[in-house]
Every structure is written in C-alpha cells, then in structure tokens.
C-alpha cells in the first residue's frame, strides 16, 4: 500500500510538471487561455488512476522496477506512459461528457459546465451552452495531443526500439478501439428498441469489451509489459488475466451507474438509467422481467427521470435477479482473471499485486 | 506542375490505404462503425493539400527527392508526414465545424450535419443533433489518433533520430498551438464589444497567427525541413519565409470568408460575417467606418443575417478600404517570404517551388 501512495504521488508530480511546462511554452499566446490550463490541472488532480497503476504493474510483471526507489530513466519511461495513459483518459472523459450531457465528473462540474458556467458569469455574447461546448472540445483535443507526446518520451526513453514500437502499438490499437467503441455505445441509446434479447447482449457486451474492458485494463498492462521488452508468453498471460478485469471493471461501473452513491461516485445516482445506457446489467434486467413489466421499463428508460421513478427502476433491476447474475459475472470473470496469471512467466511478486488491484477494481464503490 | 499533380496521387493513395488498413484491423468492433470509417474517407478526399505540399517542399528545400521518381522508404517517410497533416487538419476542421456551427465543408454537408441527417432518416431515438455532434468529436477523435500513428511513422522511417526529435516537436508544438489559437478566435466572438482599435487588430492578429498562419505553412514547412536535417540556417529561412506566407493566407482566408462565391469555396458567402468572426479584415473596416456607420455594422455582425444584410456588410467593408489595405498586407508578406529565402541556404529548385506555392496561397479564390 506504502508502494501505491508513492506511485500516485509520483503520477501527480510528473503531470502537475507535464502541464507546467506546457503553460510555459505556450506563454506567447497569452493570458486568456489560462482557463483551458487551469482546468486541465483541475480534472487531472483527481481520478482513480487505475490505468496507471496497471500500466506500472505490466512493466513489473515481466521487468524488476523498485516503486520505492530512485527515479531512474527508465522508471521516468514507465511513469510517462502511465501519465500518458491518465491524460488520455481525461481527454477522453471530458469529450464523453459532452456527449453523454453529462453535468459532473469526479464531483465537479464537468468540462462543457464549467466553460458554461464561465461565459454566464461573464455576460458574454452567444449561448453559454456553445462556448461550453468549444471549451470541452478544444481542451480534449490538447490533453490527447499531450497525452501523446508523453507515450512519445516514454518510447524515445527506452532503448530496446522492439519493445518502444510494441508498446505504441498498443496505444495505437486502443485509442482507435475507444472511439469506435464510444460510438457504438452512444449509437445503442439512439435505438428506437431494444434488440431481441442475444443480439442485445452481444451488441452490450460488444460496447463493454471495447469502449472499458481493454481500455481500462488490458490495454494499459500490455502497454507497461511492452515497454519492459514483454515476450509473447507474458503478453498472452497479461492479456488474459487483464481482459476478465476489465470486464468484471466495468460491470462494477454498470452497478454504480445505477446504484452507485452520488457522494462516492461524484455522479449522480442512477445516472446510467436517465441516459439510457444498454448496459449487460440493463439488459438481462429486462429478459428477466415479465412482459408487462418490461414495458415500464423501456418506457421510463433514457427519460428524464425523477427520483421516484429512479427508485423504480432500481427496484426492478434488483427484484429481476440481474444484480445477482452480474455480481456472479464479476466473481467469475476476476477468478478467471487469477487463474490466468497462476504459474505464469510473469515475477510472482507483481502478480501477487495484480491480482490485488484487480479486486479492487471489481469491487470499489466509486 | 506535373510534379504537383502526382504529388496529390501519391498523397490521396496514402490516405486511402491508410484509412483502408485501419477498417481492416478494426472489423472485430463489425459493420455498425462503419458510416465514421466512410465519412473518414469522404472528407478526406477533397481540400486543397496545401499543407502536405508545403511538409514535402520543405524536405526538399534541404535534401534532393525527386517526386516523379520511385517511392523509396526515404520519399515515403516525407508522404506520410505530409499525409499525417492532412489527417490532424481533417480533425480539427470537423471539430472547428461543429464548434462554429458551420453546415458545409468542402462543398458537402459537415460532419456533425451528416451525422445528424443519418439519424434523421432512420428515425432514431433522441435529438438528430445531439447524434451529429456525438459522431464529429469521435471521428475528429480517430482522425487526430491516426494523423498521430502516421507521424510517428514518417519519424520510425528516418534513421537521424535527431532528424526524427526535431521533426516531431514542430508537430507537437503545431498541434498545442492550433488547439489554443482556436480557443482564442472563439472567445473573441463571445465579447459583446470590439476592444479599442490597437488591442483588437493584435487580439486578431494573435488569433490570425497562431490558429492559421503558423499552423497551414510555418509548421508543415520546418516538420518537412526537419525530417531532412535541416540546420539552424535553414530553419530560420523557412521559418522567415513561412510565416508571411501564412500570415497572407489567413489574410486571404478572411476575403473569402466574406466575399468568396459560394460555388468555389464550397462554404456560404458572408459566413465569417454571420459568425461574426474579428478578423484583421473586419477590424480594420469597423476603424475605419464613421461611428454612425461602426454602429450599424456591430449589430449586425454576428447574427442571423439575410442576402440584403450581407451585402450591406460587404459593402461597408469595400468601401471602407479595408479590403484594399489587406489586399496591400497580403502583397507586403508575400514580397517579405521571397525575400526570405532569397540568398537562404536552401535548394534553389525547391525556392522557386516555394515562391510559387505561396503565391497559389495567397491568391487563390477558394
């Protein structure tokens, strides 16, 4: 544990610089960017950083890194590819949040609120709204852009040009997955219905698998573990411990969406049920429902929900079982996950943390 | 001349495959991601490919390659570079479009207007223009990725890793700058007043500067200069030649923007008055209006304007002198750019290339 707080210490330390020495370069333009900068801080000084962690533990699996120690170059590489990791999901939430209309991000007004919130304050010209808008775009588009110049200086760190490509590779690869796997989910909500009920729950699941499960998890170990010059072996056994978690990642987050504690998650309760995400927890809530109840369902989804009528859904998806399928999922998807790393190539003492950080990832409340 | 057009192949070729190869690796997400990989292609086959043009010349403004040769690991480093600009510029044109409310590009619907028109037809759930801007900032999301993979090719391809360093920090310096400058021409619309005279035309050029003219010629030419190895010299010649070269097609820009025919540019004329851009242009014609005048004009910049106001506007502005003074402005950057690279230690045949590139830029109607 003493080992995770100076891995998060040292992530804040080395984004806080990131975006210093941005904020520095780009003083010719003037004061009035400052609230892009101010704000890129603000979102990136809060956030779970599981991806980093995963990143940092794929590199240990295959490659001795003493958290503990001195920041030599090479553990610098492993910690601009996990900041890296940090600030494209930051880019990537703030975009997301524009398109799920999302209000609040870890607690906060989210990006598009917040340069809303700005132009009222000032009396500007124009719809508040739009210049939200163009504030959440633009700063996504710096933090991806920063994102990658950071994956850049952890590559250009390593000597082994192999394992420098193999790690991009993979960045390369999830980045593009993210974005289309965004799209197919926000393209499920636009659905008029509800697909019969295995097509629905290979299309949820297909959403789950790309736009969270290699993302959060799978992507991020590989990553590490390439830059610590992974051989097949290794990656297979990471990628095979690192998907289950994120699956059993995101079902958590399919729980928490809908009966997660604003005060913990920073988002409001049952926001996933307003939207109107088909998530796998959404949708094998409503096979289970009779019929008659399954039409109330559909109906209320993706509405704008009152409290009384959260409740409801709540209710339901409880009373239906599915909350109990899902935690069954997740148990079974993080002992998979155990299995995979067991007996191998990988240094016992990171899989003894991997398999720690991927109970606490399927198993937080926030 | 010749060399131009098989340039243009070479480059639409690249694209293609390039956008080929990344629906090849992604068909495990299936065909519902398709409409973003088609749209991807659509757009990026129109657009007048100044800055690959400029990326290629500054490679030969330092090092022979001869562009009606054979296409060698060397000559397809410069392509992907040029290539990777066209695609980080396709980005940030779909996000710009969606940020400034524009309808057209290039003479087809915007993106976030094809995307809403596609939820419009297949009748689906929720708000069509919520849907076109869900698809804009994910398809300007790929595109930024892929113009990122294509970069870091270009730089993996070139064996002078300090060729490589160089020609990568003017991409990643470009990329920032361009992000912000676009912050900054949105805040200048959503003031409600003109600043007095002096601040507005260097709030405007400011604007001017970094989101056009150093990001369309300054940064293509040195990113090209750079992957050949230029030296200091060279790179303050192109730099000294390229940001008045810039600076003259922004200027341009803004003539288009409010006189251009419709026919040719492919966008509505008076477009930058309805959005009621600060340009240099529009600065310069409000000082020199009589407050009488001034008056009229402000309400009308900005807002939803008929043909007659248009014309109004356009009037006002000719009349005023303002468009004499730019046409003036455009001509003293381009005689500044020639003399720039004249006497530079730079290739002569890629000079006289040079001059005629930025006389295309500086006097073209669309």
Chains 1, 2 share one sequence.
Request: proline share 4%; charged share 25%; glycine share 8%.
């Amino acid at each position: 544990m003493h080992e995770t707080t100076r891995l998060a210490g040292l992530i804040q330390e080395r984004i806080s610089d990131t975006l210093s020495n941005h904020r520095r370069n780009l003083e010719p333009l003037g004061r009035d960017t400052e609230p892009l900068l101010d704000e890129a801080l603000g979102f990136l000084s809060g956030g779970k950083r599981f991806r980093a962690q995963f990143a940092t533990l794929g590199y240990r699996a295959v490659k001795p890194l003493d958290l503990a120690g001195e920041v030599t170059p090479e553990f610098g590489a492993v910690l601009d590819a996990a900041c890296a990791l940090e600030l494209f999901h930051a880019a990537a939430l703030i975009h997301d949040d524009l398109i799920d209309r999302s209000d609040t991000r870890r607690g906060r007004p989210s990006t598009h609120r917040l340069f809303s919130a700005m132009h009222q304050q000032h009396g500007w010209r124009g719809a508040s709204e739009h210049f939200g808008l163009a504030g959440a775009i633009l700063l996504g588009d710096l933090l991806q852009s920063w994102a990658d110049e950071l994956m850049q200086a952890a590559c250009d760190a390593v000597t082994d040009r192999a394992a420098a490509r193999a790690a991009r590779a993979h960045f390369n690869r999830m980045r593009s997955e993210v974005a289309l796997g965004q799209y197919l989910d926000v393209l499920e909500e636009q659905q008029p219905v509800f697909a019969e009920h295995a097509e629905q729950l290979e299309r949820s699941t297909r959403v789950l698998v790309y736009k969270s499960a290699k993302y959060s998890v799978e992507a991020p170990l590989l990553i590490g573990s390439a830059l610590a010059g992974a051989n097949e072996a290794q990656e297979t056994a990471l990628s095979s411990f690192g998907l289950p978690v994120g699956v059993a990642f995101q079902l958590r987050d399919d729980l928490l969406g809908v009966f997660g504690d604003e005060e913990v998650t920073g988002k409001p309760s049952g926001d996933d049920l307003a939207e109107g995400k088909r998530t796998v927890l959404v949708t094998l809530a409503r096979e289970n429902l009779p019929t008659t109840h399954r039409r109330i369902f559909d109906d209320l989804l993706g509405t704008d929900l009152d409290p009384s009528q959260i409740a409801i859904l709540q209710r339901s998806i409880r009373e239906s079982g599915a909350v109990d399928q899902v935690e069954g999922m997740i148990s079974r998807n993080i002992a998979r996950s155990t299995a995979a790393v067991n007996g191998a190539p990988l240094r016992p003492d990171a899989v003894a943390s991997l398999t720690q950080l991927a109970e606490r990832a399927a198993r937080r409340s926030a």
